[in-house]
């Protein structure tokens, strides 16, 4: 064996271009991705008449915080805001919990009919949202739940919990059986097993799939546009849609708007991120 | 013999309450909708009556029914295909470490993780016709034949394409760096050894390792972005120049929500549903899935 080969450094691919091309590269992706979310907070800052100057300002001339003023004082955005929040937790702690106990007895039970089971999360998982439009509005209808946000996080269910289903199961799977064998020979009982062995390794797993569910719920467009008629009961993306059908489209408050809820997505995505990692492993990601 | 019979026991017992949430509130709905495809209802009024096959057969026959599948076909594979490149691109530019490497890992994932209705409204507003930043520098640019507004009739596709590339290739950037990361390096230095210029390693080496994953983002992907009903509804409203990019899904919702045609618009989801079922048989058809590795 010839030294040196074994433990030469990660260059994968040689040196397929100098690193001033690299570079390039990378500030191409960088700025693809991120332009637009700059544009849109430099916007939410202009006063009204730089905001449709030309040509545009790259950078504001003039800071101003006027459609923060009216997107709190002269809307109902805090409302929107507050009904996002609850519909997307009552949605995720019913998934969590019926998904985590669903998908441990997937991996850790034989019984007949599993591997069906399995196949129809795994079609359930590509379902898009628009197949089940019309029969949840009807059902909704038939059971009192339209303009109801207990209604519209029961819908979500319909789309998120064989997504979650699929992706704990295969978190599941990846924690070896034999560590639970172990501590059942060590004189566990099976509770024990599950939560002092199992849990503690499926944590990373089950918060990534709760930050999904959140995700799924938090984005939806459709089932609020549908099912939510009242003002008041209105979750962000509907609410903020109606900004676009106000007499004068205000682009200043539409990106203020944009801001505001970005930014708890932002703080939240990077205080979890390292479990979003693990998450992606399991191919957890949908829309 | 009994132990065995306990453990299934459990098992069902535990998998209960998903199994009814996941029948009453996905597989009940789909069901209905089966149902539903063969009446004519209204959406708000309680009449209905059976119609048979009629519905179906008055799809069949509606050119604006064919116009949207056209659409819809259109949209998905050029929103797909882009997002494949873009995504299998991104993932090789942050492949290796360098400085700032998890931060622009942070930034490269963020497209996707803002609502919707955020990165619709904020390319409305950069391709805006009086006040769009970018074709006020595409206009800079003075190129020959260059339109000089986007969200018009004949090239609003254009931008609803480039603004779902941007909000959806994360999704395809994710999955191929986790398997880029799993590539042994072993592979590439036998290719180096061999002769392989850089592009023959990515084309002989990277590539083939990278199959799997690609084809299930390829039929994910695919599937999703020809059912997409937020981007392209968002973007053009039905109406106007968003009669151009009035996809499948946005017809759908139409029918069932302008025109009332529950029945209708329950006919059109199942088409769609069937074009869902017969993608994923091809799919498992043409690469069988390896055997449940936890089945005994």
Not at chain 2, 231 to 245: S, Y
Request: aromatic share 14%; charged share 10%.
């Amino acid at each position: 064996m010839r030294e040196g080969a074994a433990r030469r450094p990660r260059s994968h691919r040689g040196r397929p271009f100098s690193a001033a091309g690299a570079w390039a590269l990378r500030l191409g992706l960088f700025v693809f991705c991120a332009f637009p979310l700059y544009w849109m907070v430099v916007s939410s800052l202009k006063v009204s008449h730089e905001l449709l100057a030309a040509p545009p300002t790259l950078v504001p001339h003039e800071w101003d915080l006027r459609a923060y003023r009216k997107l709190f004082l002269e809307t109902n955005f805090w409302t929107y805001f507050q009904n996002t929040v609850i519909v997307a937790v009552i949605t995720t702690v019913i998934v969590i919990v019926a998904g985590v106990i669903g998908a441990y007895a997937l991996t850790r039970y034989a019984f007949p009919g599993r591997t069906l089971v399995a196949r129809l999360t795994l079609l359930a998982y590509m379902f898009p949202p628009i197949i089940m439009l019309v029969p949840l509005f009807l059902l909704a209808r038939e059971f009192g739940l339209t303009n109801s946000l207990l209604g519209l996080a029961l819908t979500y269910i319909s789309f998120a919990l064989p997504y979650a289903l699929w992706i704990l199961r295969a978190f599941f799977q990846s924690i070896p059986i034999e560590l639970e064998h172990a501590a059942l020979v060590d004189g566990a009982n099976r509770a024990q097993a599950l939560a002092y062995v199992v849990m503690p390794l499926a944590l990373p797993g089950i918060i990534a799939t709760a930050i999904f569910t959140f995700i799924v719920a938090w984005n939806d467009f459709l089932f609020a546009l549908v099912l939510i008629g009242k003002d008041d009961l209105k979750t962000l993306a509907i609410g903020i849609n109606d900004f676009f059908h106000m007499a004068v489209v205000d682009w200043g408050l539409i990106m203020a708007a944009g801001v505001m809820v970005t930014i708890p997505a932002l703080v939240f995505f990077i205080a979890v991120q390292r479990y979003l990692i693990a998450g992606w492993g399991a191919g957890g990601l949908k829309g | 013999m009994w132990r065995r019979r306990r453990e299934a026991l459990i098992g069902m017992g535990l998998l209960l309450p998903s199994a009814a949430l996941v029948l009453a509130f996905t597989l009940f709905p789909v069901g209905y909708n089966v149902w539903l495809g063969f009446y004519a209802k209204h959406s708000l009024r309680a009449t209905s009556a059976w119609v048979g096959l009629d519905n179906y057969a008055q799809i069949l026959v509606d050119p604006d029914f064919w116009r949207s599948v056209w659409l819809a076909t259109v949209y998905a594979v050029a929103s797909t295909a882009l997002q494949i490149v873009a995504g299998v691109a991104g993932a090789l530019i942050l492949h290796r470490r360098f400085p700032g490497c998890d931060f622009l890992r942070g930034v490269a994932l963020f497209p996707y993780m803002i609502p919707t209705i955020i990165a619709v409204f904020v390319w409305r507003w950069l391709m805006n016709d009086l006040y769009g930043v970018i074709p006020y520098a595409l206009g800079a640019l003075a190129i020959p034949g260059m339109p000089e507004a986007w969200l018009t009739h004949s090239t609003i596709m254009w931008v609803l394409v480039v603004l779902s590339v941007w909000t959806f290739f994360p999704f395809v950037l994710v999955n191929v760096l986790a398997r880029l990361q799993t590539i042994p390096p072993e592979l590439y230095d036998a290719a180096r050894v061999d002769g392989a210029s850089p592009v023959g390693q990515f084309f002989n080496v990277t590539l083939p390792q990278l199959r799997n994953v690609l084809l299930i983002v390829l039929l994910l992907r695919g599937i999703w972005m020809f059912t997409k009903f937020d981007v392209p509804w968002l973007l053009g409203f039905g109406g106007g120049a968003g009669e151009a990019i009035r996809t499948l899904p946005v017809f759908t919702y139409q029918r069932s929500f302008t025109y009332y045609q529950a029945g209708m618009g329950a006919a059109l989801s199942n088409v769609m549903l069937a074009l869902l079922l017969m993608a994923v048989t091809l799919y498992f058809v043409a690469f069988p899935p390896e055997a449940d590795e936890n089945d005994a």
